[in-house]
């Protein structure tokens, strides 16, 4: 069965400042998704980014980027000159290829981010 | 495109009575999945439908949740009778055929007292 590990519960950072956040995972997969989803208090999952395994190629979205290491088993993610409204619930989550039928979303545990004015 | 919608969108009940909650998928996802997301937990899959067939509901406590898919589109999940631990956001997702991403509706909150 897949895992998802998120490390760090808890981070706080300053306002324009980079942080990032790490997420593990463990599958027997050679191809698979992997996504960053935002969840701020209004409890909405919304999608940040998403990187297919067989693309070599870091995912980007504006200041979002993730370090994407299939050997490793990593998919972290870089938030660049981080801003208030970045403040929420960040969780890592995997998936199987649609043509499975097990294709479900499993989420990580969540790491709380806190960006400090 | 109108996104995935739910209601409603806050209940609170006692323990012991009932609460059903509706989800209308993305138009012409053929996917449709819920959530369990308790407080500072991730969200875990409770049910998934291939439009209206179960594909996987193994983690369903069945002895008081069930939910149905009957025309393939919208779905409903009930809880009867609710226990204080049911207390949590329900989310509902959807995914078409195409594109690899499941998208979320804002979830229904239930409190249970």
């Known amino acids: 069965a897949q895992t998802v590990t998120q490390s760090q519960p808890e981070m706080s950072v300053q306002e324009a400042e980079t942080v990032t956040l790490s997420c593990t995972y463990d599958t027997s997969e050679n191809n698979y998704y992997l996504f960053w989803y935002k969840q701020p208090p209004s409890r909405q999952m919304i999608l940040v980014i998403r990187q297919e395994a067989y693309k070599q190629q870091n995912a980007t979205e504006n200041r979002f980027s993730v370090n994407f290491q299939k050997a490793a088993k990593s998919f972290s993610l870089k938030i660049s000159d981080s801003q208030l409204g970045d403040t929420a619930m960040y969780f890592c989550a995997f998936m199987k290829p649609v043509l499975t039928r097990d294709d479900k979303i499993i989420f990580g545990k969540g790491t709380r981010l806190h960006i400090l004015p | 495109e109108a996104g995935v919608a739910q209601s409603p969108r806050y209940k609170i009940i006692e323990k012991r009575q009932s609460v059903a909650f509706w989800c209308n998928p993305i138009s012409g996802h053929a996917t449709l999945y819920w959530y369990q997301q308790i407080l500072g937990q991730g969200p875990k899959l409770l049910i998934q439908f291939q439009n209206n067939g179960v594909v996987d509901d193994s983690q369903l406590p069945k002895d008081r949740f069930s939910a149905e898919r009957l025309k393939g589109v919208d779905s409903t999940l009930k809880i009867q009778p609710a226990k204080l631990e049911d207390s949590a956001v329900y989310l509902c997702?959807?995914?078409?055929?195409?594109?690899?991403?499941?998208?979320f509706g804002e979830g229904s909150w239930l409190t249970v007292v």
């Open positions: 997702a959807s995914r078409g055929s195409v594109r690899n991403t499941i998208y």
